[in-house]
C-alpha cells in the first residue's frame, strides 16, 4: 500500500490543538459534521472531539460494495456512539449506500494498487458528499476519521478536504487523528467496547488484496 507509513509534511495535530485552544478561550462549541467509515476509526475520535465539537456523525461509505458488510460496520458505529460517554450528545446520519456509483466512479481502475489512484478516487468521492451535507445543514466544520488509519495519507486526505471545503464554502478540519497516540487509543477502546475490527478497508479491491496477503503467508509458513 502506497501510503503506508508516509510523514505528514504539516503537524495537523498542533494545528487542531491550537484551533481547540481558541475555541475553549472563547467558550465556543462549533458543530461539526464527522464522516465516519467504521466503529474502531470512530472510537478515539468521538473521545476526543466531543469534549470540544457538537458532532454528527455521517456514515457514508458505498465503496463498501457487500450490504451485510456495510450494515454491519454502521451498526457497531451506532452502537458506539450509544454506549461510549460523550461531554456534548453525538448525532447520527446514516449516508446512502450506493455501490453501483461507486463502482462506475473508479471504473477503470480495478487493477490499481491499494493506496493508488483508485483510494485517492474514493476518498473525494466520500469527502466531497460530506462537504455538500455540511454545507446543506448548516454545520461549521466538516471531517473525517480516515486520517486515523497509518495505512492513509493525512497530507492527501486534507488537501482534498480543503478543495471540497473551497468548492461548497464549508470549513473543513484538518487533522492525523493517527499522532499523539490516536491510533492506539483507538485500538484499546476497540477492545473495551468489543468492537467488530475489519482487516480490510471495505471496497472489493481491498478485500481481494488483504486474501492474497494471508494466503501468501500461509503458504510461507508451511
Known sequence: MQFKNMKSKENYSKKLEDLIAKFVSEKKVPTLLLHSCCGPCSSYVFEYLSRYFKITDFYYNPNITSEAEFIKRENEVKRLISEQPHVYEIDFIHGKHDAKEYLETIKGLEKEPEGG????????????????LAKEKGFEYFATTLTISPMKSADLLNSIGNEMSEKYGVKYLETDFKKKGGYQRSI???????????????????????????AERKKNEL
Open 117 to 132: 489512484r483508485r483510494c485517492e478516487i474514493c476518498f473525494r468521492y466520500r469527502l466531497e458528499e460530506a462537504a455538500k
Open 188 to 214: 484499546e477502546l476497540s477492545k473495551e467496547y468489543d468492537l467488530y475490527r475489519q482487516d480490510y478497508c471495505g471496497c472489493p479491491f481491498s478485500k481481494a488484496e488483504r486474501e492474497r496477503e494471508k
